[in-house]
């Protein structure tokens, strides 16, 4: 039974290009949440997805960023024009349905470094 | 809005002491606490969790009691081995949890043998 994965583990961009972070959440859970962690900080949490619809993106900076869930396939997490303060971990976490955010299982995370 | 501060790290200890991670909150409302664990290389991993005053969350030989008076819920073992050396979280869910948990900066466990 695999958990949550995420692909790449990390990833190197330049400054203006795009970033796309994948990941499919565990067997039978319908409910995914990217959260970002800058060095030195917690986590913050981004958005919450499920199948084919953006439930809560508070979290989401107002530009650049943009996650989609779809009914086929795994979550992405795109940033375009990426820029040096997007250097960060990006987490990924599943829940099965029912149970929000009490009961979340992350992947390893991505790692961004934009040069 | 929502915060957790924790101790800063790293923390380093002795096999077999006695650990504590110290962690407090604010939060509009009744919570819900969280311990989470990071080992090296892997994901976030929920240790325990409580989710009303006076609580106590355990596992793994871990523990963590809700204490609403002083907005703490910090995290106890009576002895630590080297396979707890790992990255601790702090977290909680407040409002019904559409903000997503609010986590700690994350205390660096180091245990040496």
């Known amino acids: 039974n695999a958990g949550v994965m995420q692909n790449p583990r990390h990833l190197v961009r330049r400054r203006g290009q795009e970033a796309r972070l994948r990941c499919s959440p565990m067997k039978g859970h319908s409910h995914v949440y990217w959260y970002r962690q800058l060095p030195e900080e917690g986590l913050k949490f981004m958005v919450y997805l499920q199948k084919e619809n953006i439930i809560d993106e508070s979290g989401m900076p107002k530009e650049r960023f943009s996650a989609e869930f779809p009914k086929e396939g795994p979550s992405i997490l795109r940033i375009q024009q990426v820029v040096r303060g997007d250097s960060a971990a990006y987490f990924c976490?599943?829940?099965?349905?029912?149970?929000?955010?009490?009961?979340?299982?992350f992947g390893s995370g991505t790692q961004l470094s934009v040069l | 809005g929502d915060s957790v501060t924790q101790m800063e790290g790293p923390v380093t200890l002795s096999e077999e002491a006695f650990l504590t991670i110290n962690c407090t909150y604010t939060?509009?409302?009744?919570?819900?606490l969280f311990w989470y664990v990071q080992y090296p290389g892997e994901g976030l991993q929920l240790l325990l969790k409580?989710?009303?005053?006076?609580d106590k969350g355990s596992n793994k030989g871990f523990e963590a009691t809700y204490r609403k008076e002083t907005t703490s819920f910090h995290l106890e073992k009576g002895s630590v081995q080297v396979s707890d050396s790992a990255v601790y979280f702090c977290?909680?869910?407040?409002?019904?949890?559409?903000?997503?948990?609010?986590f700690g900066k994350g205390t660096h466990l180091i245990i040496q043998p």
């Open positions: 939060a509009t409302g009744y919570p819900s």
């Open positions: 976490a599943s829940s099965p349905p029912g149970t929000g955010q009490e009961k979340l299982f």
């Open positions: 977290a909680l869910i407040s409002g019904g949890g559409a903000d997503g948990l609010t």
């Open positions: 409580a989710t009303k005053a006076d």
